[in-house]
């Protein structure tokens, strides 16, 4: 199937009408019915049911628009490296991530915005919520992924908010609130609480002890704080403590044996959700950081 005769074919068989996919391919009809017919005599199948009025696809049709397709596809992804190549475009890329977060699709955006500039270097580096906006502050990341903070400021940094993230409680099996279907900050009032932060910072700045207090009107016991999300999830799931997490971070322990996952509600009855978004300094001159920007926006990347 040749390249030209493939785009036609793709044409017909997505109008369905050659009047139409020879104007959108800039030729005539006749034109357009002659590279048809060409390449049905080349195949040796009929790829159309045609009368004046009615244009379908056979059986034959069908299988090889998908694989016309699938060409299409291809052709589009190296030109588009090609043009990326041309540009001569290169650069490194220093990328912090939270914790817990490469357990979402994380790795299908670092891919396809890696095919689409593979001349840009990725360095990635995994951290909690507060140290990723000092490695930003730092100048040791250019861009990070990571929950938005609530309660501290950050100057300089710009934010754009890509989703907001629902907030689970997880507790082990045979704990007294695990049959519940949701569940508010006011009824984990009392609980042992294992967090997710480092064990350097105070506890009165932690994202859990604000929310535990703003939500639910208490200070959380805190047990023990773990930076690790597989280290945290173990102890809940051996009855040391309950967590509160993102649901990206659990989203593959929902089902499990040893964990219990629960949504967490507010008290007029609306999900519990913190924002989730993409940070970077507003003085970072890294002019990667404008290509993976427009790429995510051109996307509609949230994720």
Known sequence: MKLKQMEYFVAVAENLSFTRAARQCFISQTAMTLQIKSLEERLGVSLFIRDK???????????????GRAIRARREAAGKLGRTAAEGFSGVLNIGFIRGYEQSRFSETLRGFHES???????????????LY????????????NLSSRFQSYPGHFHRILKQVPMMAVLYP???????KRLSYRELSGEDFIIMQPRERPVDETEEAILCYERGGFVPNIVEKEPEVQTLLLMVSAGLGIAVLPEYSVRYFQNTRNLVVIPLFREDRTEERMDFEISWKSENENPSIAKLLQWMEDRQVTE
């Open 134 to 145: 000092r490695l930003l502050e730092d100048g040791h990341c250019d861009v990070v992924f």
């Open 174 to 180: 045979r704990h007294p609130l695990a049959e519940k």
């Open 117 to 131: 500039y593979p001349n840009i270097s990725l360095h990635l580096i995994r951290d909690n919520m507060s140290a």
């Open 53 to 67: 009025h009615h244009v379908e696809l056979t059986r034959a049709g069908k299988v090889d628009l998908n694989e």
